[in-house]
């Protein structure tokens, strides 16, 4: 039996709509007849075709659907489901090439007994350079094998990952792969898993409960112990604070003082992940005495990468002001405790005399121990949006010039001061092929923006590998992008004896592994050093010229390509 999409199925489920039989009355859908959530199913030998690509449905708030057979997409109609509710596909349920489940913010995707995503995507809803993060979930339950994760991508602060029927504390991170550990010691059997370029590097915390491992991206923003909190009574030492002390806040506009009371207090442990770029890796940021303005911080102030330090009425990261002579990463300290301190509205205080944040719980609240007077504390995770005390700013325009402010001020700093590591930059992309055997192919022409590639015949896809570094490593740390970009890719052809062929994949808005997604650029779009190629049969019995039209590229961080070359090249 065959049915029909709508012309433009655009379909959004609300709690208690009843689209066809199935509804339980707790809004759980257990039905498989819905031709809105999926475009194949063979459950029972029944089919449902769709009559236009780009399928999209929503699972709102409120609404959970199980899947039973599903297939999300097929090879010929592409599909994408957001979900805002909870979805769960189980029983060889599969995300079509070219399809994907987008878990927005509140939403839960489960992933149970053969469930399969290859060559499927899943991804969360935040963004890297969205410090709110997601807030969604995906859960992988037990007998389902964990290497799953390595199709999940936009992993963020307030997204969580679990692992059912797994017990795990920690990770290690090596050449891309990433390995579950239980007291240090790796987990046998399929515990690793290397996730994709655009989030490869990502920290964890992690953390087991009732049997069940949670892995959250680690955005950690906090003072390291003998930061000097100003309280009404004076200087006091953060991990010294307690539920119940006064700490003199500021208001971000007028810089009036107020007395707010204390309502949390935590502290937790951080271990330096090392092999990861400086700004991940975990290292705390030492603002040296004077580094700001004379007696500002009137001694040097430890904090974690993350941590905003307040700047003409907007918070910044301080990872965006590391010049690596006044402020640096302390690599001398690779294990820590660190401490935060909460007053019921987020607030501008003052660290050794330096204006930062009081805590904002975006999240992450759990991944603290308290100590001393117990407070509780529920409700909604909060945003730097709704929620802060002053606005958060990465804008290179804001941030550049604060930036070249501090660095000029290094002659006024007496003591402690570094020798900021010299970079060295390269604009030899070292652009090459690798098919999928892995033979590399190197170009046999070379003109201007024009690379050509002499391709053997019956290679089904290539990929695009060439030497890839961050704009925040190469142009500067006041740069709020950390991506991996390689070169950035116009045209494409391939021309036989026969004809030519225009290849557009990496335009379109779903892309092959290895591209960055960025719709402000339609006729161009960047690898990020090493992207799939799909040739769709055009090799198929003939040889011929594979021409990239590369618009940029470079430059690049030298020494960043002796360790990313084996995983550049696999």
């Known amino acids: 039996m065959a049915r029909s999409l709508p012309a433009n199925p655009s379909v959004s489920l609300d709690y208690g709509t009843q689209p066809d039989s199935g509804w339980g009355t707790d809004g759980t859908y257990t039905g498989i007849e819905n031709g809105t959530i999926i475009i194949t199913s063979q459950q029972d030998g029944d089919s449902v075709s769709g009559e236009t690509s780009g399928v999209n449905v929503t699972i709102d708030s409120g609404t959970s659907i199980i899947g039973k057979g599903w297939y999300i997409g097929n090879k010929d109609k592409a599909a994408t489901v957001t979900v805002n509710g909870t979805l769960k596909l189980a029983n060889a349920d599969q995300i079509a090439d070219g399809s994907k489940v987008i878990v927005g913010d509140g939403g839960t995707l489960i992933l149970g007994g053969y469930a399969t995503t290859t060559p499927g995507l899943i991804e969360f809803s935040g963004s890297a350079n969205t410090p709110a993060g997601g807030g969604g979930t995906i859960e992988i339950a037990a007998g389902t094998t964990p290497s799953i994760i390595g199709f999940i991508t936009n992993i963020t602060e307030n997204d969580t990952i ?23 010691s790796p987990i046998s059997g399929t515990s690793s898993f290397q996730l994709p370029a655009a989030n490869e590097g990502t920290t964890f915390t992690v953390k087991t409960i009732d049997g069940k491992t949670y892995l959250n991206a680690d955005v950690v923003v906090c003072f390291l112990a003998g930061s000097m909190i100003r309280t009404a009574d004076g200087e006091v030492a953060v991990e010294d604070l307690q539920v119940g002390d006064q700490v003199v806040t500021f208001d971000s506009e007028t810089g009036v003082e107020s007395v707010r009371p204390v309502v949390w207090a935590g502290k937790a442990s951080a271990t330096a992940h090392v092999g990861l770029p400086d700004d991940q890796a975990g290292y705390p940021v030492r603002i040296l005495k004077d580094a700001v303005a004379e007696g500002v911080p009137y001694k040097d102030l430890l904090v974690t990468s993350e941590h905003c330090m307040f700047f003409d009425g907007k918070f910044v990261p301080v990872r ?3 010049n690596g002579s006044s402020i640096f990463y302390d690599k001398s300290i690779v294990a820590y405790d660190y401490y935060h301190i909460e007053t019921a509205e987020h607030a501008v205080i003052s660290a050794n005399g330096m204006m930062t944040e009081s805590y904002l719980d975006t999240g992450n609240r759990r991944s603290f121990r308290q100590e001393g007077k117990v407070a509780s504390i529920g409700g909604r995770a909060k945003t730097w949006a709704a929620d802060a005390g002053a606005e958060l700013c990465v804008d290179r325009a804001f941030v550049e010039p604060l930036f070249r402010k501090l660095e000029a001020r290094k002659s006024s700093v007496a003591e402690g001061l570094r020798h900021a590591d010299v970079v060295e930059l390269t604009n030899d992309a070292d652009l090459h092929l ?31 590998v060439s030497r890839a570094s961050r704009p925040a490593d190469v142009i500067g740390p006041f740069v709020d992008d950390r991506r991996q970009m390689g070169v950035a890719v116009g045209d494409i052809t391939f021309v036989t004896a026969a004809r030519q062929e225009n290849i557009v994949v990496h335009l379109a808005q779903t892309k092959p592994e290895g591209w960055h ?29 594979l021409s990239l039209n590369v618009v940029a590229a470079g430059p690049y961080v030298v020494e960043a390509q002796k360790e990313d070359v084996q995983v550049l090249s696999a």
Do not use: C, K
């Open 162 to 184: 679990i692992i059912d029927g797994m017990t795990a504390n920690g990770y290690t991170y090596a050449d891309g792969i990433y390995t579950l550990t239980n007291n240090n």
């Open 320 to 322: 965006m002001l590391v």
């Open 434 to 464: 690798v098919t999928e055997t892995g033979a590399v192919v190197r170009p046999v022409r070379h003109e201007g923006q024009r690379y050509s590639f002499m391709l053997p015949a019956n290679v089904s896809s290539v990929r695009i």
């Open 517 to 545: 997604a960025d719709a402000s650029q339609a006729e161009a779009a960047w690898t990020a050093g090493n992207a799939v190629l799909p040739l769709s049969g055009l090799t198929d019995g003939n040889m011929g010229l």
